[in-house]
């Protein structure tokens, strides 16, 4: 597939994603940019919960009734029409997914969630909890290992993201209400720095759900999920509670996985100005892996596993993740609000990926304060919002033992191999103002101090250690001009910085001899990652089109890489660097459009192209090539047929660019393209729903990314994720007061 034609079919759902009502009447969608009129709501989020109302709406008359007019036939939730208001005052590429159009096929993972999201690289290797997402090229070169790097992930506004990384397996989406994403320099608010910016998730509360629900899903593949919720509001009280438990036997050899989680939270409103909001988060889980293949391997045979790991059960447990965290939300006055969060978690994790089995002990503490107002400044509106973001390893150790006696003889298995120790902290202090310098023309300053130490021992078998600091400054501006109440334009540009996470710095020499030869010995000084990263862009909708366009450019100094040797893999050892100044440029294009009506039913297209250009800047040894890891042109498309009566239908389309998998640029995978299609019934004015989905309608054999090395010689290089192939699956979902 060339690139024009990927660029004349590209596109995305950018800014909003249509909400299905349980009447089964039809829907479009909503423009994110235009401001919605205030309705009174007990939504989740700090940002958009019931003192919402202290935003005024700063376009003008005209552009409010515009907007009320839409809204009144678009059937959005409150709180989704809110956080689709407050992110469009971010003068920067944002958008908003209702859960309740994921709901309308399969859930099995958070890939499911961000289809249709220009800027969002997300896939699920191996069908598993693992997901391998990029916002602008964050974290492109993630394996299949326990975190993620490069974006702030958050729930309801709190800290998941800690120095160790994002954990997987505490982001189920079932139980989920919506999901805010804010590429880049866009996550300032939420004290994000990252290159990849923020994912907010906001979970259901007893104020969004039925009094009871059950959900089942299954399929091809072994594939079984059950979910069980409930949510009410008791007076000042009000709960939500659900429980997942899922299984699948896999498409490829050692995918087998399995996993069990509860998702809990409590609120108490003492008075209209302070609420308080208690959450509970578990999850345990088991997901086999097969490592990677080679180009012919995915062509001919992709279901094998990866010689000789198919033989040694590899897999990697969550035995029982515990994420704890309270939120108090205090309206000072009408014009001002304060939010703080704790978040404590406990992550343990068991990688059985080689010779030996690295445990993970870890316990953060995370918080959040946050302040907002609005005023008038010299006649002019102006909104301000600062915040403190922290988080801190408490404890983390990782022990390697002997997995497999065979590797060492006579040597029993559990023997400790190697001890390391982990520590660092990240804390950002943030401002920003947005002002509307004249008459819808708005200004964004702001500013951040980053302060994120690392430090690192090993006290086994021998001794070393590192600490390092770093303090940094991180500007940001931006502009905002509503030409009219259907069209924006914008722009900022931003500075980024990401420390590398604290696991990554133990990627130095190897032992040499000795029970721990081939594991990492010594610790790399690895310097944070910045970037200077501009932005311009518009939405808007005319003619039953709603678009959202971005272009963006960073100029990146010491972007953390990584590559994958036969030792490293062997050993799950961290082979991490920082790159010469490298260049990230891309376009994120959303389209969704209304293409035909007739008597409450709707024909509907939307689409998301995503244009991503990676190299490096004259480096010594790979001069002007592209960074490997994601496809340069990525498409998704979606003709979504929805009837009145409650029937829905759609037909889908993925189309990826080859991707390279190594740094001399000669080894890639093949491109593909995909098709898969869904049905349901959703019965008018009832909480009952059934659907059934076909996955992969060719049965195309095909990678859905890659794990980068240095170059591929003559050879073809084990380094290929497999996707699923052909799969059907149904579900039903019933819920009652």
Request: charged content about 15%; glycine content about 8%.
């Amino acid at each position: 597939m060339t690139s024009s034609a990927l660029v004349t079919a590209s596109t995305a759902l950018a800014s909003t994603i249509p909400h299905k009502p349980a009447s089964g009447s039809a829907h479009t969608i909503s423009a994110a940019h235009v401001k919605t009129p205030h309705v009174h709501t007990h939504a989740n989020a700090p940002q958009e919960d019931h003192m919402e109302g202290m935003h005024h709406d700063h376009t003008s008359t005209h552009a409010s009734h515009t907007a009320e007019q839409i809204l009144v036939t678009h059937h959005h939730t409150p709180a989704v029409m809110q956080a689709e208001r407050r992110l469009s005052r971010i003068p920067g590429g944002t958008s908003v997914i209702d859960a309740s159009v994921m709901l309308r096929g399969r859930s099995a993972t958070n890939a499911d969630s961000f289809k249709y999201q220009a800027g969002v690289f997300a896939q699920a290797p191996c069908g598993s909890d693992d997901l391998r997402i990029s916002i602008r090229g964050s974290g492109i070169q993630t394996g299949l290992n326990a975190t993620r790097s490069g974006i702030l992930f958050l729930f309801d506004g709190l800290p998941l993201t800690t120095p160790i990384g994002t954990v997987n397996e505490l982001q189920e989406p079932l139980g989920i209400k919506y999901t805010e994403v804010l590429r880049g320099g866009n996550g300032f608010d939420y004290g994000s720095l990252m290159l990849g910016g923020a994912i907010n998730y906001v979970t259901n509360t007893g104020y969004d759900v039925q009094t009871y629900q059950a959900r089942v899903e299954a399929g091809s593949f072994g594939y079984v999920k059950e979910q069980l919720s409930s949510g009410k509001v008791i007076g000042k009280h009000d709960y939500y509670i659900s429980v997942t438990n899922s299984y699948r036997s896999g498409y490829q050899e050692s995918t087998k996985s399995t996993n069990f989680g509860i998702n809990f939270n409590y609120g108490y409103k003492f008075n209209d100005r302070i609420d308080n909001r208690f959450f509970f988060r578990y999850r345990q889980t088991s997901e086999g892996n097969p490592y990677y293949l080679t180009r012919s391997q995915v062509a001919q045979n992709p279901k094998q596993a990866q010689e000789p790991y198919r033989y040694w059960g590899t897999k990697t447990i969550e035995p029982g993740t515990k994420y704890a965290a309270d939120r108090v939300s205090i309206r000072i006055d009408d014009n001002s609000k304060l939010m703080l969060g704790f978040v404590y978690m406990n992550a343990p994790m068991d990688h059985e990926l080689g010779n030996t089995s690295s445990l993970y002990d870890i316990d953060y503490a995370s918080g959040v304060l946050s302040y907002q107002r609005h005023d008038t400044l010299f006649g002019l509106k102006s909104d301000t919002d600062a915040g403190v973001y922290t988080t801190h390893d408490l404890h983390a150790t990782i022990d390697n033992r002997v997995r497999r006696t065979e590797a060492y003889p006579g040597v029993a298995m559990g023997t400790l191999v190697t001890r390391s120790h982990l520590g660092g902290s990240d804390n950002v202090f943030h401002v920003s103002n947005n002002t509307e310098v004249f008459h819808n023309f708005w200004l964004t300053v702001a500013g951040a101090l980053d302060y994120s130490p690392r430090s690192g021992s090993q006290t086994y078998p021998e001794k070393s250690r590192f600490h390092q600091d770093a303090l940094y400054f991180s500007p940001r501006a931006g502009f905002r001009y509503v030409i009219n109440p259907h069209i924006q334009v914008y722009g900022n540009v931003s500075r980024s910085i990401q420390p590398a996470q604290d696991w990554q710095y133990l990627s130095g020499n190897l032992y040499t001899s000795g029970i721990a030869t081939g594991l990492t010995k010594d610790w790399s000084m690895l310097k944070p990652q910045t970037a200077t990263t501009f932005e311009v862009g518009t939405s808007g909708d005319y003619a039953g089109t709603q678009w959202s366009l971005s272009y963006y450019h960073s100029a990146v100094h010491n972007e953390l890489l990584s590559v994958m040797t036969p030792t490293s893999q062997l050993y799950n050892n961290a082979t991490y660097g920082n790159a010469s100044p490298t260049t990230h440029q891309g376009v994120e294009f959303a389209l969704h459009s209304t293409l035909y009506q007739w008597a409450g039913n709707v024909i509907s297209l939307r689409q998301a192209y995503t244009y991503q250009d990676f190299r490096f800047n004259h480096d010594p040894v790979w001069g002007h090539n592209h960074i490997p890891g994601i496809p340069q042109h990525y498409y998704q498309g979606e003709l979504h047929l929805d009837l009145k009566n409650g029937f829905y239908a759609a037909v889908d389309a993925e189309v990826a660019s080859s991707v390279l998998a190594s740094y001399d640029n000669r080894y890639r995978a093949a491109p593909y393209h995909i098709y898969n299609f869904n049905m349901g019934y959703q019965w008018p004015q009832k909480h009952r729903q059934v659907y059934l989905s076909f996955h992969n309608l060719a049965n195309k054999h095909y990678a859905t990314g890659v794990v980068p090395v240095y170059g591929s010689g003559n050879t073809e290089p084990s380094a290929l994720l497999v996707g699923d192939g052909f799969g059907i699956f149904a579900g039903v979902s019933v819920g009652f007061d």
